[in-house]
């Protein structure tokens, strides 16, 4: 999926704080080597790096478009375009960090102990992943793409919630790990403008299902989505509109030698 840095930035405040309380849940002193995997534009492996500036810290991401804007913002730091499935470091991680990523891969059994595996004695995975698959701005698009107009073009587009329960997650992790610390949020976003949870999901979900049409198809399909979206999330008479989000959070601790 191609991704568009100036986009993806139009809620930064918005996509930015559940990165930050991820991080304030992260109590490691001074680790020595830390990932950002699915790091998009940098901004938040810059966080990282300035809070543990002693750190060799590494993004790494497979949209040639996100890093080349990383690179550009934070030339300092390093970066590496890479599939978070291929992501085998010679050197282990004291901390994995994943922020609003690992939701774009399935399979969620096998990648989490196998990122488990990347990390040195007490080191840390952090993630944090959306979860609001079924709320009506996602369950609306993919209703839409499976409608008879759109099902030949759009319908195989359509996956199953990749983020599944927090006792699932507990089941999966809690024997590997010396601490688990998971909890869900929900943000209670006030978004700003005309249309503005179609902007929102213009940035992320929407993009594969915009991919794969023409142009013409483009504005057809967005308009008959901003409809639903329109009757969903209403806009207020101050010209905002509410769009609640659900975040899920872990924070997963491996034992000391
Ligand atoms: C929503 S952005 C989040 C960016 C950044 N972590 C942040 O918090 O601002 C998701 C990022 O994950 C990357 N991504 C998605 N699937 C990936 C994969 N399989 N391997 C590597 N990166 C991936 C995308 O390219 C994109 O830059």
Redesign the pocket.
């Known amino acids: 999926?191609n991704?568009n840095p100036d986009h993806?930035h139009l809620y930064t405040d918005h996509?930015?704080r559940p990165?930050l309380d991820l991080l304030s849940q992260v109590t490691l002193a001074s680790p020595s080597v830390i990932y950002?995997?699915?790091?998009?534009?940098?901004?938040?492996?810059s966080l990282l790096s300035k809070r543990w500036g002693e750190a060799v810290v590494i993004g790494?991401?497979?949209?040639e478009a996100?890093?080349r804007k990383a690179a550009s913002d934070h030339p300092s730091l390093e970066w590496k375009l890479?599939?978070?499935?291929?992501?085998s470091p010679v050197s282990k991680g004291n901390l994995i960090f994943?922020?609003?990523?690992?939701h774009?891969?399935d399979d969620h059994e096998t990648i989490f102990p196998r990122l488990l595996n990347q990390l040195r004695p007490g080191g840390v995975l952090a993630v944090?992943m959306?979860n609001n698959f079924l709320a009506p701005s996602h369950q609306t698009l993919y209703e839409l793409a499976q409608s008879d107009a759109w099902i030949d073009r759009l319908g195989k587009l359509v996956r199953p919630a990749p983020v599944h329960d927090i006792s699932w997650y507990y089941d999966l992790l809690s024997s590997k790990v010396q601490l688990l610390n998971i909890w869900e949020t929900t943000y209670f976003q006030v978004l700003k403008g005309k249309n503005a949870v179609l902007e929102w999901t213009r940035?992320?979900a929407l993009r594969p299902f915009l991919e794969a049409l023409n142009e013409d198809e483009v504005k057809t399909f967005e308009a008959e989505y901003a409809k639903l979206l329109y009757e969903a999330y209403p806009q207020s008479e101050d010209g905002s509109t509410l769009y609640p989000f659900s975040r899920l959070f872990i924070v997963a601790e491996m034992p000391e030698d």
Not at 36 to 45: A, Q, R
Not at 60 to 63: A, N, P, V, Y
Not at 82 to 87: A, G, H, P, S, V
């Open positions: 999926m991704w993806y996509r930015l990165a950002d995997l699915g790091c998009g534009t940098g901004n938040v492996t790494i991401d497979s949209s996100m890093l890479q599939e978070i499935n291929d992501f994943s922020n609003a990523a690992l774009w891969l944090q959306p940035g992320t």
